[in-house]
């Protein structure tokens, strides 16, 4: 019995030392306002270990470890992974691949690993595979001598105590660690991959850098395994949880509209993006079923897959489909480049940037620029501007006609649904259009400074819109009131929180219809499509007249709420081949596992919820019909997954999200604007724009972007969350005073001096 209690005191004494520093003397009210949000969030404290660590007997046998020691375990690693030679080779030689056209090829576009995040995506995957052989040399020594049985994740933290430094893979500590050039830091723009922002670590919120927890990972190991049950057997199979609560019924929103759910896309591609693994030594695509669907025979099992396997389902049955292929997220080094479980690789750059549209390394965005005249590379169909078409588009998409369109961005994901590359479409001609006019008034700036205005102009504007229109809408005017109250601090840590981009930004799938509509100028519905058919396959968007009927049906049809009731095709035909498709949400829950995301459990009691024990305590914050439901899916309360917990809280009065949703996004909205040297509003940067400029940028609106750049859309809302109502009415594109327009005339620059003039 005392060995139990001691078990669930800890992590509970850890998580309240944390909110309790985090909140002292941030917001007085935050106790009654915000459910004592974890606002100041970020990285764990490492401190808040339990008292049995530093025991004179613990500290003893962790003292003897030597750096020889840590060398030898990584030595004896790097071995282990070696070894896998043997079965990727012959996977290759059985033909058990990624195929064109199927579902896991569907998956692999959106999350397929960049060569960066392969790299050290290597060194992580050793560094854990020497963590697990730490743990079993010395977590059995340590329990004795700590005088209770240790869980795993108990030993783990200890371990993580200690660094690469000696060993072999201190390449990736040098990576981590080395400042940048003074020139870098003094940068007018900020760095294309989120580099030098932070002048303390020149590398926080780099491209590539692993995200940061709001709570300590679980994993069943300590290291790498999926999360167990607090009963120990596995949980719950993923599809089956989304077959017994998901519904595929429809329940619009009264006041948002599908706007809404493209911008939280959109946002959720600029912040993040997890990266597959694939095979460590061919480097090629791991497949983890047959390509009907099949199980695969174990021999031909790579470690690093985690299928989800189908029972008796009755819509998988139909299709014969018994496996859906999921192939584990690549690991990224942990911040303090040490030992210990599993953080995830972020392959955006952690700012709020638009990285998806720009690229998220130097490459990228080299591919994606014309070199004159600051302008983004661009293809034409009917004399209009589209995106850059993909150069290998049955890799990049997934296409069913050699004459179906691909296009590029700064993002692979940009063809997922035609009304996310709608949505990158319209930035970039924004992005062209402004070169254009600042070229005009600055005849003197070269491709290079015309191209950086540009991006931090365009890049000022998305985050005018996502605090100022998106926020009140997602999280309500109060959050949205604290968070803008705030100001830059390089201690802040805007590092994506792994929760937010594992489990809250996927859950905003919810909002999806899958049936979009397009509409005519005078917002009727002229046709609707299904989503099926176009995941990875845009190409409609350069017929005449779609652009802008998929506009005004992004400012007009309804977005569906934020709940469990999904779109069909998102839940079973996802990336479908025409035979059969993925289920989005199964994903969601089985990457949440897979990143070692805590239990919604343990989130909620973050967020200051009520401590449950058992199912009846989530009573407060969900209909007793829903806790029902979920009562007949898991054995234990403390087993839900995040994602399902999260989507079954009844939302909070002004909010989309329930409690503990809104909890972590507003803690990191907060850190992306404080923690970001380069936020357009921190007069603390190299090149703080203007007063005069400032009061131009804070005249965006999502509903001028739409009118500047669509072909021949005439009106617009001003605010185009909102559905069309008398409080929110048309006003014609034209009229600057109804939907103003930011005057570019305060970035007219005097050539001698290279002043801005007032
Ligand atoms: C660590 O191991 C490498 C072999 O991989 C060896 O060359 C090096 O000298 C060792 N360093 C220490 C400090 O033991
Ligand atoms: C990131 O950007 C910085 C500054 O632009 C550059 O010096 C650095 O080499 C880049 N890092 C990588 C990994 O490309
Ligand atoms: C394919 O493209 C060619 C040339 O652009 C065109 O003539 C042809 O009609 C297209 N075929 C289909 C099936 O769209
Ligand atoms: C419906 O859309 C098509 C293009 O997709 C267009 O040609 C047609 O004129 C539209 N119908 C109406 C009534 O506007």
């Avoid at 977590?139 to 240790?150: D, F, I, R």
């Avoid at 959050?479 to 100001?487: D, G, R, W, Y």
């Avoid at 299904?530 to 350069?542: A, E, I, K, S």
Wanted: net charge neutral; with cysteine.
């Amino acid at each position: 019995m005392k060995v139990e209690s001691a078990k669930i005191a800890i992590p509970l004494l850890g998580v309240l030392l944390w909110v309790l520093s985090i909140h002292a003397g941030i917001f007085s009210d935050a106790g009654t306002l915000y459910l004592r949000l974890p606002f100041h969030g970020g990285p764990i404290n490492k401190n808040a270990i339990s008292s049995t660590a530093n025991k004179p007997e613990v500290l003893n046998i962790l003292n003897k470890i030597t750096v020889g020691d840590l060398n030898d375990t990584v030595n004896f690693a790097e071995n282990v992974i070696r070894f896998l030679k043997r079965l990727e080779n012959n996977l290759l030689w059985s033909n058990i691949k990624v195929s064109d056209g199927t579902p896991s090829h569907g998956m692999l576009i959106s999350f397929g690993p960049d060569k960066e995040a392969l790299d050290r995506g290597k060194e992580a995957l050793i560094a854990l595979r020497a963590t697990s052989q730490l743990m079993n040399t010395y977590c059995g020594k340590l329990s004795k001598a700590s005088g209770h049985t240790m869980s795993s994740q108990e030993c783990s933290k200890l371990l993580s105590r200690f660094s690469f430094h000696g060993t072999p893979l201190e390449g990736a500590c040098i990576a981590l660690e080395s400042p940048c050039e003074k020139g870098q830091y003094q940068s007018d723009y900020r760095s294309i991959n989120g580099s030098c922002n932070n002048l303390n670590k020149g590398h926080r919120g780099e491209s590539f850098t692993g995200y940061s927890r709001l709570l300590y990972a679980d994993y069943s190991d300590g290291v790498h395994e999926l999360r167990r049950s607090v009963t120990k057997k596995p949980l719950p199979n993923a599809r089956t949880i989304v077959s017994s609560l998901i519904k595929t019924d429809n329940k619009p929103s009264k006041k948002a509209t599908l706007a809404l759910l493209q911008w939280s896309q959109f946002l959720e591609h600029d912040l993040c993006r997890s990266a597959t693994a694939v095979a460590i030594h061919t480097d090629s695509p791991i497949e983890c079923c047959s390509q009907e669907g099949d199980n695969l025979s174990p021999r031909f099992m790579h470690p690093l897959c985690s299928p989800i396997y189908v029972y008796d389902d009755k819509k998988y049955a139909q299709e014969g489909v018994s496996c859906l292929s999921f192939v584990r997220s690549l690991p990224a080094t942990r911040a303090d480049c040490s030992f210990g479980p599993a953080d995830q690789v972020n392959q955006a750059t952690h700012y709020l940037d638009g990285s998806q549209i720009y690229g998220s390394t130097h490459r990228r965005s080299k591919q994606l620029r014309s070199f004159n005249g600051g302008k983004l590379a661009t293809s034409q169909s009917e004399s209009r501007e589209y995106l850059p078409l993909s150069r290998d588009p049955t890799r990049d998409c997934q296409l069913f006609s050699a004459n179906s369109t691909c296009f590029e961005s700064g993002d692979a994901r940009v063809n997922f649904q035609p009304q996310l590359a709608l949505m990158h479409t319209i930035w970039y001609r924004e992005h062209n259009r402004i070169a254009d006019e600042l070229s005009k008034l600055n005849s003197h700036w070269d491709d290079e400074k015309i191209f950086q205005e540009t991006r931090r102009i365009v890049i000022a504007e998305m985050q005018k819109i996502t605090y100022g229109e998106w926020m009140e809408m997602a999280l309500g005017k109060t959050a949205q009131e604290h968070i803008l109250a705030t100001s830059y601090n390089s201690k802040t840590d805007s590092s994506v929180s792994n929760a937010f981009a594992t489990s809250v930004m996927r859950s905003l799938k919810s909002l999806s219809d899958g049936m979009p509509k397009l509409y005519d100028e005078d917002r009727t519905v002229n046709e609707s499509i299904f989503m099926r058919n176009y995941f990875h396959n845009p190409g409609l968007l350069r017929h005449r007249g779609v652009l802008d009927a998929l506009t005004v049906g992004l400012a007009t049809q309804p977005s569906q709420q934020l709940d469990i009731f999904y779109a069909d095709d998102l839940i079973n035909k996802l990336y479908t081949n025409g035979k059969f498709g993925f289920d989005v949400l199964s994903f969601d829950l089985q990457r949440g596992r897979d990143h070692g995301l805590p239990s919604y459990m343990k989130f909620r009691q973050l967020c200051g919820l009520k401590a449950a024990n058992g199912f009846s305590d989530f009573l407060d914050d969900m209909t007793e019909e829903d806790v029902l439901a979920l009562q007949q899916v898991y054995s234990n309360a403390q087993d839900v997954d995040l994602t399902i917990g999260g989507l079954l809280e009844k939302p909070k009065e002004h909010s989309i999200f329930g409690p503990t949703f809104y909890c972590i996004v507003a803690d990191q909205m907060l850190r992306t604007r404080q923690g970001d040297r380069y936020f357009y509003d921190n007069y603390a940067q190299p090149k703080p724009f203007t007063r005069n400029q400032l009061k131009e940028i804070e005249k965006i609106t999502l509903a001028r972007i739409l009118c500047d750049n669509t072909d021949n859309v005439k009106h617009m809302q001003k605010r185009v969350f909102e559905k069309v109502s008398t409080s929110n009415p048309l006003f014609e594109c034209q009229s600057e005073a109804s939907i103003p327009k930011l005057n570019l005339n305060h970035w007219q620059e005097d050539e001698s001096n290279s002043v801005v003039s007032f």
